[in-house]
């Protein structure tokens, strides 16, 4: 059986994986088709049915505004994992840039760690609420807030990969045949980062939903009537004593997003690399 | 033998339908009270902020202060005597007055006082009328006016950023130095910021002896309760769970459906506050789509109003657009503006609005947004397509208050002005102020207003002022809100005002 | 070890500087400033400079970046534009508290994470691994600040148990303190009892396959014993390691539970200098906050250095 093959068998025997994705392929669906199943609009109000608790009307009741909370959970999904997503991507491109460079050129190393160094010694939540209060609260701009405190972690994660690599044989036959940096890094080095760096990506994606609805509970999140988790996490916190669906529904669905992303790493990280450390939070 | 019998007879009447001394005042016990912020500053004359009222209010006292119809009436001055021409106003002090720390009030404080004030206080424009303040006599003050202003007294009792009273060695400090050191009921114990202020009953207080009882700001200010601790607890759920666990004995601020769980609960008292404040919407009027008049009739016409104030402040709203509040002398009764699309459309057509996107800015306060939200909604529906834009507060005030670019439309809580009273409510449109482009007729009428005392003439020129709000939607009126108040049903006689007065109640 | 000491040492100097340098950059790119917050609505563009200028603040920004480095090398970090004390003293009434608050959720996590770990391990494959395990994850998943919304929710409203929120200081009261920070200290704890439980576990797993403990094994030695004296001892390298992650996330996680919970904290006071744009505030704590995550960090690695003879410093 070819290596693909048998990787691939590994990986959906293994149950967490399955469980994982099984979770994700649903939040991923139910998003991608809100549009259709959704039984209300999430942005228009309707007068005389606000503050309604759980009926057969509104599975999961609406909000101060007469909003269908079930209609905004499914559409929040889209956003929500939207973000999570760009994320994820951002994060990885940005880690790889300078943790290989910072990996494969000593000289880059020491100021571009010291510089990392210094990010992570905020905490994520205060930088990423710096961030959206300098650029002003926006999806993009909520997405590069917490792209940048997701960062540094990831860099260093493929920096210790590329370290590895560096010194080994082939990397040296490669440079005495002549092959130049660029190609060296891209063709030998990176695949071995590849692993880390995937299982790593999923908890940055998990991350960035839980962060993002912390960023809109503090109130620099994506601005109205956008109904992200968060938002509506956000917007019904006032209410918590008089209208806890309001609450609770977002932030099961978060519950099931994050735990269903968790899963998937850990099974990407039982089949790639059992050696890998398990918290990468 | 019969005056006796006349004299029992008499009592007995009294005690039979009450009209002897019904309430029976326990002095002793402490009250936490938990409010939404800390305030900025100790120092009542830095700051305009709600939450800093609250406090200084109950360690500073004022010459003139507003009574429970916003009047002005003589606090820590016994009464005035303006001269024939408007322009010499002689202020005869209360003796015996002392200052938490012993000292006795004097015309020196009051000079040193509003000298300050005049030189860097919050609001120092409100006393800009002021030509000189000098002490005639140790319990005399005098103060010359520039020019005529019929609301002197006014502005002199305005609560906002109170004209307090403090020793003159404290008002020689730096703004924001002073310590809090006052003539009020309450003193100063601690600040521990971020968690709470502490004042305690001052003994040596004196209830102003014009009065018998409580009167707004002024009145007999009787303190029975020995200390009051404001607590800062910004999270609503925080708030709301603590005055039901008996962890603070009265909530400043929370909403309806929350108050609403407790309304027949004997434990409690549920207190609405309205009208607090009056929601409105300004526009820029200095560039872009808010320099055309039909833009802004057309989202003025497209406002469902009892959409709007149902969903931010749900059971505390009222529909009024007068720019004071009823109950006051210059209150009228003006026709709600009803939600009417199709006018709004052929009024938007007229327009020179192409389209664009609009920025609303709001800051990132539950009401307000939700406010800012609904308002969307409702022009998407005539063809405006706005994007709110929500930050703190420091960022919106700056754009709002200071550029001409960045924002077309601004919603915010209108508050303290209304309830001063006519010249506050018109001079926050004065210069173009709040709307970023000077209106003659406004400045005009703004002018007339503080130099005309007949009364009669006064509420014209009020009435001239709104239709012209009105007419050319310089900003919309949504209408009053309110809040809700929670106390535990021990706290006796507790009657809500702009701050949440603790003189006159005790704990039963 | 005292020459590693003082390499980490220096080497943290750069650190700390370019934290200051990303603070000033975004303070000076944030518009706004505490004078909006000392007036309200009504305020006119006048009153907001006038208050600007009694603040200092219409200086020029690099002569106000200037000043700030030249008093922090006298050890001076300036004083609170709202908070009417030096931003040293603001930073030292706050530390305690959340000290309390984090150093409790610590230990809470740690004990019950160690235990679930080794009892997963123990029973690995078994119903009470996978069980154990689940819950973990699903600790993990959970959004903290929203547990604390529901938990304030059911355990101080519905079945009013605990306290919603404040503080009291141990030294006043040392049940009300233990009570009102039970439900903050638990919302902090839930997350990370994932992870140390996980790590745990997959460490406890490893060390028990090995050589020497079935060896202790086969001497007779009672299982318990075999289990902790030489299991568990061993497994506690890589979970020293977290541990310092561990801090750096419960200080992360302890600001928005101080939100939720109106705890007088660091994190409190962070974010509330952030969003009312208490500059000396926000530089000096996030200088604090940066110091404080370097020392945890040399810490751990001092502890696994002594915990773990093969690793050499430096």
Same mark, same amino acid.
């Given at each position: 059986?070819?290596?693909?093959?048998?990787?691939?068998?590994?990986?959906?025997?293994?149950?967490?994986?399955?469980?994982?994705?099984?979770?994700?392929?649903?939040?991923?669906?139910?998003?991608?088709?809100?549009?259709?199943?959704?039984?209300?609009?999430?942005?228009?109000?309707?007068?005389?049915?606000?503050?309604?608790?759980?009926?057969?009307?509104?599975?999961?009741?609406?909000?101060?505004?007469?909003?269908?909370?079930?209609?905004?959970?499914?559409?929040?999904?889209?956003?929500?994992?939207?973000?999570?997503?760009?994320?994820?991507?951002?994060?990885?491109?940005?880690?790889?840039?300078?943790?290989?460079?910072?990996?494969?050129?000593?000289?880059?190393?020491?100021?571009?760690?010291?510089?990392?160094?210094?990010?992570?010694?905020?905490?994520?939540?205060?930088?990423?609420?710096?961030?959206?209060?300098?650029?002003?609260?926006?999806?993009?701009?909520?997405?590069?807030?917490?792209?940048?405190?997701?960062?540094?972690?990831?860099?260093?994660?493929?920096?210790?990969?590329?370290?590895?690599?560096?010194?080994?044989?082939?990397?040296?036959?490669?440079?005495?045949?002549?092959?130049?940096?660029?190609?060296?890094?891209?063709?030998?080095?990176?695949?071995?980062?590849?692993?880390?760096?995937?299982?790593?990506?999923?908890?940055?994606?998990?991350?960035?939903?839980?962060?993002?609805?912390?960023?809109?509970?503090?109130?620099?999140?994506?601005?109205?009537?956008?109904?992200?988790?968060?938002?509506?996490?956000?917007?019904?916190?006032?209410?918590?004593?008089?209208?806890?669906?309001?609450?609770?529904?977002?932030?099961?669905?978060?519950?099931?997003?994050?735990?269903?992303?968790?899963?998937?790493?850990?099974?990407?990280?039982?089949?790639?690399?059992?050696?890998?450390?398990?918290?990468?939070? | 033998?019969?005056?006796?019998?006349?004299?029992?007879?008499?009592?007995?009447?009294?005690?039979?339908?009450?009209?002897?001394?019904?309430?029976?005042?326990?002095?002793?016990?402490?009250?936490?009270?938990?409010?939404?912020?800390?305030?900025?500053?100790?120092?009542?004359?830095?700051?305009?902020?709600q939450?800093?009222?609250?406090?200084?209010?109950?360690?500073?006292?004022?010459?003139?202060?507003?009574?429970?119809?916003?009047?002005?009436?003589?606090?820590?001055?016994?009464?005035?005597?303006?001269?024939?021409?408007?322009?010499?106003?002689?202020?005869?002090?209360?003796?015996?007055?002392?200052?938490?720390?012993?000292?006795?009030?004097?015309?020196?404080?009051?000079?040193?006082?509003?000298?300050?004030?005049?030189?860097?206080?919050?609001?120092?424009?409100?006393?800009?009328?002021?030509?000189?303040?000098?002490?005639?006599?140790?319990?005399?003050?005098?103060?010359?006016?520039?020019?005529?202003?019929?609301?002197?007294?006014?502005?002199?009792?305005?609560?906002?950023?109170?004209?307090?009273?403090?020793?003159?060695?404290?008002?020689?400090?730096?703004?924001?130095?002073?310590?809090?050191?006052?003539?009020?009921?309450?003193?100063?114990?601690?600040?521990?910021?971020?968690?709470?202020?502490?004042?305690?009953?001052?003994?040596?207080?004196?209830?102003?002896?014009?009065?018998? *009882?409580?009167?707004?700001?002024?009145?007999?200010?009787?303190?029975?309760?020995?200390?009051?601790?404001?607590?800062?607890?910004?999270?609503?759920?925080?708030?709301?769970?603590?005055? *039901?666990?008996?962890?603070?004995?009265?909530?400043?601020t929370?909403?309806?459906?929350?108050?609403?769980?407790?309304?027949?609960?004997?434990?409690?008292?549920?207190?609405p506050v309205l009208p607090f404040a009056a929601?409105?919407?300004?526009?820029?009027?200095?560039?872009?789509?808010?320099?055309?008049?039909?833009?802004?009739?057309?989202?003025?016409?497209?406002?469902?109003?009892?959409?709007?104030?149902?969903?931010?402040y749900?059971?505390i709203?009222?529909?009024?657009?007068?720019?004071?509040y009823?109950?006051?002398?210059?209150?009228?009764?003006?026709?709600?503006?009803?939600?009417?699309?199709?006018?709004?459309?052929?009024?938007?057509?007229?327009?020179?609005?192409?389209?664009?996107?609009?920025?609303?800015?709001?800051?990132?306060?539950?009401?307000?947004?939700?406010?800012?939200?609904?308002?969307?909604?409702?022009?998407?529906?005539?063809?405006?397509?706005?994007?709110?834009?929500?930050?703190?507060?420091?960022?919106?005030?700056?754009?709002?208050?200071?550029?001409?670019?960045?924002?077309?439309?601004?919603?915010?809580g209108?508050g303290i002005?209304p309830y001063?009273?006519?010249?506050?409510?018109?001079?926050?449109?004065?210069?173009?102020?709040?709307?970023?482009?000077?209106?003659?007729?406004?400045?005009?009428?703004?002018?007339?207003?503080?130099?005309?005392?007949?009364?009669?003439?006064?509420?014209?020129?009020?009435?001239?002022?709104?239709?012209?709000?009105?007419?050319?939607?310089?900003?919309?009126?949504?209408?009053n809100y309110g809040l809700?108040?929670?106390?535990?049903?021990?706290?006796?006689?507790?009657?809500a005002y702009r701050?949440?007065?603790?003189?006159?109640?005790?704990?039963? | 070890?005292?020459?590693?000491?003082?390499?980490?040492?220096?080497?943290?100097?750069?650190?700390?500087?370019?934290?200051?340098?990303?603070?000033?950059?975004?303070?000076?790119?944030?518009?706004?400033?505490?004078?909006?917050?000392?007036?309200?609505?009504?305020?006119?563009?006048?009153?907001?400079?006038?208050?600007?200028?009694?603040?200092?603040?219409?200086?020029?920004?690099?002569?106000?970046?200037?000043?700030?480095?030249?008093?922090?090398?006298?050890?001076?970090?300036?004083?609170?534009?709202?908070?009417?004390?030096?931003?040293?003293?603001?930073?030292?009434? =706050?530390?305690?508290?959340?000290?309390?608050?984090?150093?409790?959720?610590?230990?809470?996590?740690?004990?019950?994470?160690?235990?679930?770990?080794?009892?997963?391990?123990? =029973?690995?494959?078994?119903?009470?691994?996978?069980?154990?395990?689940?819950?973990?994850?699903?600790?993990?998943?959970?959004?903290?600040?929203?547990?604390?919304?529901?938990?304030?929710?059911?355990?101080?409203?519905?079945?009013?148990?605990?306290?919603?929120?404040?503080?009291?200081?141990?030294?006043?009261?040392?049940?009300?303190?233990?009570?009102?920070?039970?439900?903050?200290?638990?919302?902090?704890?839930?997350?990370?009892?994932?992870?140390?439980? =996980?790590?745990?576990?997959?460490?406890?797993?490893?060390?028990?396959?090995?050589?020497?403990?079935?060896?202790?094994?086969?001497?007779?030695?009672?299982?318990?014993?075999?289990?902790?004296?030489?299991?568990?001892?061993?497994?506690?390298?890589?979970?020293?390691?977290?541990?310092?992650?561990?801090?750096?996330?419960?200080?992360?996680?302890?600001?928005?539970?101080?939100?939720?919970?109106?705890?007088?904290?660091?994190?409190?006071?962070?974010?509330?200098?952030?969003?009312?744009?208490?500059?000396?505030?926000?530089?000096?704590?996030?200088?604090?906050?940066?110091?404080?995550?370097?020392?945890?960090?040399?810490?751990?690695?001092?502890?696994?250095?002594?915990?773990?003879?093969?690793? =050499?410093?430096?």
């Amino acid at each position: 059986m070819t290596q693909r093959a048998s990787f691939l068998r590994r990986l959906l025997s293994n149950r967490s994986f399955t469980i994982g994705a099984s979770l994700v392929g649903l939040v991923l669906l139910l998003a991608l088709l809100a549009g259709v199943i959704a039984p209300f609009d999430p942005l228009k109000g309707n007068f005389r049915a606000r503050m309604m608790a759980p009926s057969l009307q509104h599975w999961m009741g609406t909000d101060q505004f007469g909003r269908d909370i079930l209609s905004r959970v499914l559409h929040g999904a889209r956003i929500s994992l939207q973000i999570g997503f760009m994320v994820a991507i951002i994060t990885a491109l940005a880690g790889v840039l300078i943790g290989a460079s910072s990996g494969y050129f000593r000289r880059l190393d020491g100021p571009l760690m010291r510089l990392m160094d210094a990010f992570m010694a905020f905490p994520s939540i205060i930088l990423a609420i710096a961030v959206s209060s300098v650029l002003g609260a926006s999806v993009i701009n909520v997405i590069f807030a917490l792209a940048i405190a997701a960062t540094p972690h990831t860099a260093r994660i493929v920096r210790a990969s590329v370290m590895v690599v560096r010194e080994m044989e082939f990397v040296e036959a490669a440079r005495a045949l002549g092959a130049g940096h660029a190609r060296i890094l891209f063709r030998h080095i990176m695949a071995n980062a590849m692993a880390p760096l995937m299982v790593r990506i999923t908890y940055v994606f998990a991350v960035a939903i839980l962060n993002e609805a912390v960023l809109s509970f503090i109130g620099v999140g994506p601005p109205p009537p956008a109904p992200t988790f968060g938002a509506i996490i956000a917007n019904g916190r006032d209410f918590i004593v008089a209208a806890p669906w309001i609450t609770v529904a977002p932030g099961l669905a978060i519950l099931v997003s994050v735990l269903g992303l968790n899963l998937l790493g850990d099974g990407l990280r039982d089949v790639l690399d059992p050696r890998m450390s398990v918290n990468t939070r | 033998m019969k005056k006796t019998y006349l004299t029992l007879a008499m009592s007995a009447l009294l005690v039979l339908t009450g009209a002897g001394p019904a309430h029976a005042q326990k002095k002793g016990g402490d009250v936490v009270i938990g409010m939404t912020a800390a305030p900025p500053s100790l120092d009542p004359h830095a700051t305009s902020a709600q939450v800093a009222r609250n406090v200084n209010l109950h360690i500073f006292e004022t010459l003139y202060a507003r009574d429970e119809g916003a009047r002005p009436v003589p606090d820590l001055a016994e009464g005035v005597t303006i001269s024939a021409d408007g322009l010499t106003y002689l202020f005869k002090l209360r003796t015996g007055v002392k200052f938490h720390n012993g000292k006795d009030m004097t015309s020196a404080d009051v000079v040193a006082s509003l000298e300050r004030y005049r030189k860097s206080g919050a609001s120092a424009s409100l006393i800009g009328a002021i030509d000189s303040v000098s002490a005639s006599g140790p319990n005399q003050v005098t103060i010359k006016l520039k020019t005529v202003q019929s609301t002197f007294l006014g502005n002199l009792s305005s609560p906002r950023a109170p004209i307090a009273i403090m020793p003159s060695e404290e008002a020689a400090k730096d703004m924001g130095k002073a310590s809090s050191i006052g003539t009020g009921p309450y003193k100063f114990v601690e600040y521990k910021p971020d968690s709470h202020i502490k004042i305690t009953r001052f003994d040596g207080y004196k209830p102003n002896p014009a009065y018998k *009882e409580r009167d707004g700001f002024a009145g007999a200010k009787i303190a029975y309760i020995d200390n009051v601790t404001f607590r800062f607890m910004p999270e609503t759920s925080a708030r709301d769970a603590a005055v *039901e666990t008996g962890q603070i004995q009265l909530n400043e601020t929370t909403d309806g459906p929350t108050a609403k769980r407790l309304k027949g609960n004997p434990n409690f008292q549920v207190i609405p506050v309205l009208p607090f404040a009056a929601m409105i919407l300004k526009f820029n009027m200095a560039q872009g789509a808010g320099t055309d008049l039909n833009f802004r009739r057309a989202v003025a016409q497209a406002l469902d109003l009892e959409e709007i104030m149902a969903v931010a402040y749900p059971d505390i709203y009222r529909i009024d657009t007068s720019w004071v509040y009823g109950g006051s002398a210059y209150h009228s009764a003006r026709k709600t503006p009803k939600q009417d699309l199709a006018t709004a459309k052929a009024t938007l057509a007229k327009s020179g609005y192409k389209g664009e996107k609009l920025t609303f800015i709001v800051h990132n306060d539950r009401p307000t947004v939700d406010t800012a939200t609904v308002i969307q909604q409702q022009v998407s529906q005539i063809g405006v397509n706005m994007e709110v834009k929500v930050a703190d507060w420091p960022t919106t005030s700056n754009l709002g208050l200071k550029s001409d670019t960045g924002w077309n439309l601004w919603t915010h809580g209108f508050g303290i002005e209304p309830y001063e009273g006519p010249a506050s409510a018109m001079s926050h449109w004065v210069k173009g102020q709040g709307q970023r482009k000077a209106d003659p007729v406004i400045d005009g009428l703004f002018e007339k207003f503080n130099s005309e005392m007949n009364v009669d003439v006064q509420k014209k020129l009020f009435v001239d002022f709104e239709n012209q709000m009105n007419d050319q939607a310089i900003a919309v009126n949504m209408g009053n809100y309110g809040l809700f108040q929670v106390a535990t049903s021990k706290l006796k006689n507790f009657k809500a005002y702009r701050i949440p007065r603790m003189w006159g109640v005790w704990l039963d | 070890m005292g020459r590693f000491i003082i390499r980490r040492l220096l080497a943290s100097i750069p650190v700390l500087f370019f934290v200051s340098l990303i603070t000033f950059g975004l303070l000076w790119l944030v518009p706004g400033d505490p004078a909006s917050i000392f007036l309200d609505a009504s305020a006119t563009a006048e009153a907001l400079d006038r208050v600007r200028h009694e603040l200092g603040l219409d200086r020029p920004f690099l002569v106000r970046m200037g000043e700030w480095y030249v008093r922090l090398l006298q050890g001076d970090l300036g004083t609170s534009l709202l908070l009417n004390r030096s931003v040293t003293e603001a930073i030292l009434e =706050r530390l305690p508290i959340t000290l309390s608050l984090t150093a409790m959720a610590f230990v809470v996590s740690v004990l019950l994470g160690v235990t679930a770990g080794v009892m997963a391990a123990v =029973r690995h494959g078994r119903a009470a691994d996978q069980s154990l395990m689940s819950l973990a994850l699903l600790g993990l998943s959970i959004p903290e600040f929203w547990l604390g919304l529901v938990l304030v929710w059911l355990v101080a409203v519905l079945v009013p148990i605990f306290p919603a929120g404040d503080y009291v200081a141990f030294a006043k009261d040392p049940l009300q303190w233990a009570r009102h920070l039970a439900l903050p200290t638990f919302t902090l704890a839930c997350i990370q009892m994932g992870f140390v439980a =996980r790590m745990t576990r997959s460490s406890m797993l490893e060390v028990l396959s090995q050589d020497f403990v079935r060896t202790a094994r086969a001497k007779g030695l009672p299982e318990p014993y075999v289990v902790l004296r030489h299991g568990l001892v061993n497994a506690m390298v890589p979970i020293v390691t977290v541990m310092g992650i561990m801090v750096g996330a419960l200080l992360g996680g302890a600001v928005v539970t101080e939100q939720v919970f109106s705890i007088p904290g660091l994190g409190r006071l962070i974010i509330g200098a952030v969003l009312s744009r208490d500059f000396p505030v926000i530089q000096g704590g996030l200088l604090f906050l940066a110091l404080i995550y370097l020392s945890v960090n040399l810490a751990v690695d001092l502890l696994y250095a002594a915990i773990d003879p093969r690793v =050499r410093l430096g």
